[in-house]
């Protein structure tokens, strides 16, 4: 079993920046992909972004492309959502996600485990 814990979510005006993190316990990870997902008030849970395990392949939505970065450091367990010039449409509840195949994928139903998640609200 792998344990997600996500932090870094908080209130913050639009045009700020914030960096999330999801670190890992449990049995090891290296080898997971890793992805983001966010989920606003009434809407389904949607893909953000991804990584593989080794760090060199990533995949963005199309929404969040140019602003969002995923990055991750396995000696740390953990894997890092920068999100810059936030806007209001960014506020969600943020999951990070592992899946054991390697390759990264976007549906949610192909990742094994799942944090609780960090509210990040974007305020005008």
């Known amino acids: 079993q792998v344990q997600l814990v996500e932090s870094g979510g908080g209130l913050v005006q639009a045009g700020n920046s914030l960096r999330l993190s999801c670190v890992a316990s449990g049995r090891t990870w290296v080898t997971y992909a890793v992805g983001w997902f966010r989920q606003a008030p009434g809407k389904e849970r949607e893909f953000v972004t991804a990584i593989t395990w080794s760090g060199d392949r990533t995949l963005y939505a199309d929404s969040v492309k140019g602003r969002f970065t995923i990055s991750r450091d396995n000696a740390k367990n953990t894997v890092y959502l920068q999100i810059d010039n936030l806007k209001p449409e960014d506020t969600a509840l943020y999951y990070c996600?592992?899946?054991?195949?390697?390759?990264?994928?976007?549906?949610?139903?192909?990742?094994?485990?799942w944090g609780k998640g960090t509210l990040v609200t974007v305020s005008s």
């Open positions: 996600a592992a899946k054991r195949r390697p390759v990264i994928t976007t549906p949610a139903g192909d990742y094994d485990y």
